[in-house]
Every structure is written in C-alpha cells, then in structure tokens.
C-alpha cells in the first residue's frame, strides 16, 4: 500500500517533468484518478472482508496501473518496465470486474477470458517489444519494425474483443424484470461493464489513429476511477444494512407469525431475497406456500445460506451473490430471526401437509369414479344383456304356450318380473356412473335428471363445450344429489337448476321452494357432495334458512 501511493508522487513527478504529454497535469490528475480509487477501495475491502480475494486484487490492479507511468521516464530501466506493463492493467481490470465480489473468477467463459487477456497483454505485448517496436527499450533484440505493427494491432483488436465480451458477461447479472437485486449491485455491474467498453473503444481508437484520441483517454480515465467509488458505495451500503437488524427485530416483534421475506429482504437489502423451509417428515425443501422446491447451485448471480438449528437444517436463504461475503450481516440477521423462521418453518410444512391430504382426497375421488365406471360398465356389459335376454326368451316361451293359457300367464308374470328387474339395475348402474354423461356430456345428462326429478325442474345450462370428465362428474352428482334431498326432505313444489361457465369456473346453483333446514353437517349425502367438489379445488355453500327454501351453490375450477 505504501509501496503503491509512493508510485503516485513519482506518477506525478514524471508526468510534469516529461515533454511528451499533452496536458501533463491533466493526465497526471487523470491517471491518479484511477489508481487511488483502486488503491483506497481495495485496501478498506481487504480490511472488512479478509477472507476475499477481491480486496489484494483491487490493491494489485492499482498499485500495476501506478507503474505503467514509468514509461513516461526517460531512463532507459524505468521507461521499458513501464513499456512492458503498458495493457496489463486492462487485463487486471478485466479480472477484477469478472471476479466481483468475491475476487474469484466463477464459470469456464469467465476464466477463459481472463486468462486471455493476461496472456494478450504480457506475450503479445513482449513479443513486439522484442521486435523493436519501441527502440528505446531494453528488452528490444531485433529491429522489424513492420511485424511489431502488426503484432500490435492484433494485441488491439483481441484486447478490445476480450473487453466488450467480459462486458457482456457482465451484462447477465444485470436485474431483470422478474427478479430485481440489490440497486448498489446494479450500479456497480453497471459501471464496470461501461468501463470495459470504453477502454475497448480506447484501444480501437489507438489502433485507428483517430484524431481525437486523447479525448477519448480522458473519458476512459474518468469512467474506470468511477468503478471502486461505487464499490465503496456497495461497502457503505453492505454497512448500513447491519443497522437494520434493529428494525428487523421490532418487526419481528410486531407480527412473529407473518411473511418473514419483507422485513429479511429489507434488513439485507436485497429485493431479491428467497427463502426455502426444510421439512424433516418429506426430507425436502419448500417454499412459504408449501410446495417443493430445489436449492439453486449458486448460478445466476445467485447464492445460498442454509440455517441451522440443533445441527438440523431449518431454512435457506437465496441471496444476491454480492452479500456472500457478509457473513456477520447474514449470522446477525440469522440470529434476529431464528425463532420466527422456526415459525415460518413450521407453517410451510402445516401448508405442504395440507397440499398432500388435498392431494389425497382428489387421488381417493379419482379412483372412486374410475371403479364406479367399470362397474357400470360390467352391469351393463353383463347382468343388463343376461336379463334382456332372459326377457326375450321368456317371451318367446309365452308366445309358443298358446295352448296352455296357465302356463302363458305364468310366463308372462316371470316376464315382467325380469323386467322390472332389468330397470332397477339400471338405476343402480345410473347411480353409480351415469353412462348418458360419458357418451353426451353434461348438458344431456342434467336434462335427463330434471325429466326423472320427482318435482317440476327448471334447467338452464350456459356451458358451450365439453369439461373435463372431473368436473363434469362433480356438477352432474351435485345436481342428482340435490334433486333425490329435495324429494325426500324439501317437500318443495318446484326447483330450478342453472350452471354457468366463467372466468374458468364452473357454477351450479339448485334452488327448490321448499321447508329449507338443510345442513352439510347433518347428513352423509351433502357432506359427501362437499368433499367431492372441495378434493378438486372448489367449493360447495348452501343457504337454507326455515322455511325459506333451500339454495344450494357448488364452484368447480374447469380451467
């Protein structure tokens, strides 16, 4: 450090004493404008994160970027270290914008991107040197002067293509619309990656020979010292959070038992904060709602923290990568919260049970109505055309006992006794799965209900289309069941039944005039009928005051 704010006075001193800048005070002003930044943001990081490479990086980067003012010299030692060093601290500056905020470079591109451009700034930077591209160096051995130019232009172009692809890079952890990080995070992703690309538009500008050339290297000066200002920036910002941790509490305090991501995110200043409750009876985690989720594996700009309670996982925390390394934020914030995340936990796992006994109860329907359709299909297939026949044969019999008027009359009694058997069956294979529904659809199966009611019924179905067999199934029970409570109990005189299709629900409303008293609670049929709709997502309500009739309205989710 010492070292490094020492080259800065000699900085100074060979740009004033030198007669080959133009406006040496302004390059000096310039030129120090981006290495104390570096130097002072490197060494405070250094100091508040020691266990971050970033820190001794930023400090490196300047201290590099102090000694390429050596070619200003005109001793031959000092002017040809500094000739050498001439693009390293772009490279560095690269390193250290891809290495944010922990100062390891994460991800193959990343890393290759780096390398190549250390490698383009030391060998391809030695070897025109080494051909004489400047003669007043040392490290000159041959004089081609022609090769060294075209060395130097390839060093140009591939530095300036590394440059505006590391922006690029950059351009990834930018927010975006679905998920916003922390705005001093944004600032700074922002910063570096317009520091990339006007020191690229630098290096094309030297390999064009624009005129205006040192315009454009006061504007690239100016925007690289801005990087570590909004770095401090992102440090002070990281600082102030720690004093949230008070405000955390007392919200804490206010509502124990509330939404724990608010008041998390604003104590650790990230908007983009996630949390995931670890449920030891499923062995997995999920979210506030209780449904499962999977940890991220740190992509994205993303990290993770997994909280501990009792050497057993309770939560995990998704952050901004940009926090992994305030470790005492985070175990402040951890410790501030811990008895309402065990809370929170608590309620996640409460919701996924609730999630799996919904689950179940729609498992338990399905596979009531699939049995109920192969046993109407075996009533059907079966018993039904074993009695048809049985009837037919019967008939037949009667027919040849022309002669024996007993025997004819004794047939025919057998006949209609089979008869009426046959239609009894297929009011048990109605009840159990109404066939008409399957083959016609909803709006022919009610129909054939209200024309069976045993009360005048009024129908009207507004549902264009066929609905899922589910919902079909449940509207059509809804109906039957409603209809068979009103002849046994209603001792109504009409009723009327309307089912709509909206907003992708489907409503069933069943109206009767009769002596009302209705109760889900009281009675096996009703609360069976509200147990079917409530397994697919609906649900049943019925107003039924005495002696003022009863209204009965089921909504069904139908997508």
């Known amino acids: 450090m010492v070292a490094g704010f020492g080259t800065l006075v000699v900085s ?22 981006i290495t104390v930044p570096y130097l002072i943001s490197g060494t405070i990081a250094w100091w508040r994160r020691p266990a971050s490479r970033l820190g001794p990086l930023m400090i490196a980067t300047g201290f590099v970027m102090a000694l390429t003012a050596l070619q200003w010299s005109t001793v031959p030692v000092l002017l040809s270290v500094g000739h050498l060093l001439d693009l390293v601290p772009a490279a560095m500056f690269l390193h250290v914008f891809l290495a944010y905020p922990t100062g390891r470079v994460a991800g193959r591109l990343r890393q290759v991107v780096v390398v ?24 000159t051995v041959t004089t081609k002067p022609v090769l060294a130019g075209r060395i130097e232009q390839a060093e140009l172009i591939t530095m300036s293509a590394l ?104 104590a650790l200043h990230d908007p983009s904060l996630t ?6 009876k499923y062995g997995s985690w999920a ?49 501030a919260a811990g008895i309402a995340l065990e809370n929170s936990r608590l309620q996640a796992e409460l919701r996924a049970r609730l999630h799996e006994l ?43 006992s022309a002669g024996d008027a007993d025997t004819k009359a004794r047939l025919m009694q057998a006949k209609q006794q089979v008869s009426a058997s046959l239609d009894e069956l297929r009011d048990v294979a109605r009840g159990i799965h109404p066939a008409v529904l399957t083959g016609h659809g909803l709006a022919v199966a009610l129909e054939s209900l ?50 709509t299709r909206s907003a992708g629900r489907l409503v069933v409303e069943v109206v009767d005039d009769g002596v009302g008293g209705a109760d889900t609670e009281r009675g096996s049929g009703l609360r069976g009928l509200a147990d079917r709709v409530e397994a697919i997502g609906g649900r049943l309500r019925i107003w039924s005051p005495a002696d003022g009739g009863t209204r009965l309205e089921a909504e069904i989710p139908c997508g």
């Open 450 to 499: 209200a024309a069976q009611a045993a009360v005048p019924v009024t129908l009207e179905v507004v549902a264009d289309g066929r609905l899922p067999e589910h919902v079909e199934v449940a509207a059509y029970y809804v109906v039957s069941e409603s209809l068979t409570n009103i002849a046994k109990h209603a001792h109504a005189s009409t009723a009327s039944v309307r089912v």
């Open 287 to 335: 979210d506030s709602e209780g449904h499962a989720v999977t940890l991220p594996g740190g992509s994205d700009g993303r990290a993770t923290r997994v909280i501990y309670r009792d050497h057993e996982p309770v939560v995990a925390l998704e952050f901004d990568r940009s926090l992994e390394d305030e470790h005492e934020l985070l175990d402040a914030v951890a410790a």
């Open 116 to 139: 190549a451009g250390y490698a383009t700034a030391v060998v391809l930077q030695l070897t025109k040197i080494l051909l004489g591209i400047n003669p007043d160096s040392l490290f």
């Open 12 to 33: 100074i001193a060979l740009a004033l004493a030198g007669d080959e800048l133009v406006r040496p005070g302004l390059q000096a002003l310039l030129f120090n404008w």
């Open 163 to 266: 440059l505006l692809v590391g922006a690029a890079l950059l351009l990834v952890r930018r927010p975006s619309a679905i998920r916003v990080r922390r705005r001093p995070v944004a600032l700074l992703v922002d910063s570096f990656g317009l520091a990339l690309i006007v020191l690229a538009i630098l290096f094309v500008a030297g390999l064009r020979g624009w005129s205006q050339i040192e315009t454009v290297r006061h504007v690239t000066f100016a925007v690289l010292g801005l990087a570590p200002v909004v770095f401090l920036l992102g440090l002070l910002d990281a600082r102030l959070a720690r004093t949230d941790v008070g405000a955390l509490l007392m919200d804490l305090r206010a509502d124990p038992a509330g939404d724990l991501r608010e008041p998390l995110a604003r």
């Open 275 to 280: 949390l995931a409750f670890w449920l030891p």
């Open 358 to 400: 919904q689950g179940s109860r729609a498992r338990v329907i399905d596979a009531e109505q699939q049995e109920r359709k192969r046993l109407e299909r075996n009533l059907h297939d079966g018993a039904q055309q074993r009695l048809v026949a049985l009837a037919l044969e019967i008939g037949l019999l009667a027919g040849q």
